[in-house]
């Protein structure tokens, strides 16, 4: 009976969560839950979360340790996205959710023509990955769903990692 009136509660505030954004590097082992429609911070700058766009169709730009996650709607391509990377082994992971298209296409435009990034990966909405890829993409998308692209610098090449960019989706 004790055990049950513990995982009410529990279950009770897990059903309120919206998305989980987690790290996944093999560095640390936890998620953040973010609900939707609202701008977070956490103290120590591990968590900061922005709402760039004030339309519907929501972007949330996530800062978890070394990774940049933003989050976008298939409806809102083609765009154009700038961003920096402030550290060397910082990765981008734009995710796209509600991706209707056949094929996506991206170009990675950095501010300096030696600055080492690139698309690393790309996942799927069936969870299959592919990759590596280079500062340009074309991909055919075989299933409808929320698609991530990946981007960081290549570990075959030599060059900072840091400064500004610019991705443009099609």
């Excluded at 911070?41 to 996650?69: A, F, W, Y």
């Excluded at 799927?124 to 500062?135: I, V």
């Amino acid at each position: 009976m004790k055990k049950q009136l513990l995982i009410i509660p529990i279950l009770l505030f897990s059903c309120g969560k919206k998305e989980t954004v987690g790290q996944n590097d093999g560095k640390v082992d936890s998620a953040v839950t973010i609900p939707e429609n609202s701008p977070i911070s956490v103290n120590q700058g591990v968590v900061s979360v922005e709402k760039s766009d004030p339309n519907p169709t929501d972007t949330l730009r996530v800062v978890l340790g070394d990774q940049i996650i933003k989050t976008i709607s298939g409806d809102m391509i083609p765009l154009k996205i700038q961003d920096e990377f402030t550290g060397e082994n910082q990765q981008y992971i734009l995710k796209i959710k509600n991706f209707t298209g056949k094929k996506i296409s991206g170009h990675i435009e950095p501010e300096h023509p030696e600055m080492n990034i690139r698309f690393n990966q790309i996942q799927l909405a069936n969870g299959d990955f592919d990759g590596p890829f280079g500062r340009d993409i074309s991909y055919q998308i075989p299933k409808s769903g929320e698609i991530w692209l990946f981007i960081s610098k290549s570990n075959m090449a030599s060059g900072d990692a840091k400064g500004r960019f610019s991705v443009s989706l099609q």
